[in-house]
């Protein structure tokens, strides 16, 4: 297990966080025979890029990567950074089997899960509040229309699914009320539950009673790694 003791960054946790990345699948939407972890992007690997924000964004945190296709190359580019969780059944499940393999993982109160195609910095989460669970919506429309989006009552998510306008980051935190549900739905898990998608997840967490507020931050960009124009984006410029 790696802890990290880099500088705290403004508006952060001050309690350990495990932050769980969900990489399971191959890059097959963008034609690669890597998992999408191994895309270069400047010349690093995205899982890379992805460990130093978490780092630079936490006082102190464990990183646990859900990994499934190519593990032991992965294990070679992180450098021993991560814990490294496997998910033998990657072929056949959807990422919310990596989720529960990541869960059983955890040492901490504090859940964070991050899908691992996504490119963001550490900027993503000035002024994000580690006291309630929450979601990550996109503030810059970089996510791709087709993508899961959320509706907002009253400053909290009262769903996710496919068509809505305002979209859904693909990170989740999780704590107390939220976490505990979680876990009590993994305990109930079947193999036919592992084929769903972690946007399902939340939405049981939802109809069990579970809260989400929302964090949205205008001048960080999230960018979903879906093809090869997606890593020669602009924006990987800002």
Not at 47 to 61: L, M, P, Y
Not at 110 to 122: A, P, T
Not at 129 to 157: C, H, P, R, Y
Request: charged share 30%.
């Amino acid at each position: 297990m790696s802890r990290s003791t880099i500088k705290i960054k403004k508006n952060t946790t001050e309690e350990k966080i495990s932050v769980v990345i969900l990489s399971a699948g191959i890059g097959a939407r963008i034609k690669s025979a890597e998992p999408r972890s191994l895309l270069k992007i400047k010349g690093e690997h995205l899982i890379n890029h992805q460990i130093r924000a978490i780092q630079q964004t936490f006082k102190t945190c464990e990183i646990i990567g859900v990994f499934g296709v190519h593990i032991q190359k992965i294990l070679k580019r992180t450098n021993n950074n991560i814990r490294i969780v496997e998910n033998q059944l990657y072929n056949s499940t959807n990422n919310s089997e990596s989720m529960r393999l990541g869960l059983n993982n955890t040492l901490c109160n504090k859940v964070l899960f991050i899908h691992g195609d996504i490119f963001f910095k550490e900027d993503l989460f000035d002024g994000a509040k580690f006291d309630k669970s929450f979601l990550v919506v996109d503030g810059n429309d970089d996510m791709a229309e087709k993508e899961v989006g959320v509706t907002v009552d009253k400053k909290q998510i009262s769903i996710l699914s496919y068509g809505l306008k305002k979209k859904w980051g693909q990170m989740c935190f999780l704590t107390g009320k939220e976490l505990k549900t979680l876990r009590n739905i993994f305990q109930k898990f079947e193999e036919t539950d592992k084929k769903m998608l972690s946007f399902e997840v939340i939405n049981k967490i939802i109809e069990n009673g579970g809260s989400f507020k929302y964090h949205e931050n205008s001048k960080s960009h999230i960018i979903e790694i879906d093809c090869i124009k997606d890593i020669e984006n602009e924006n990987f410029n800002l």
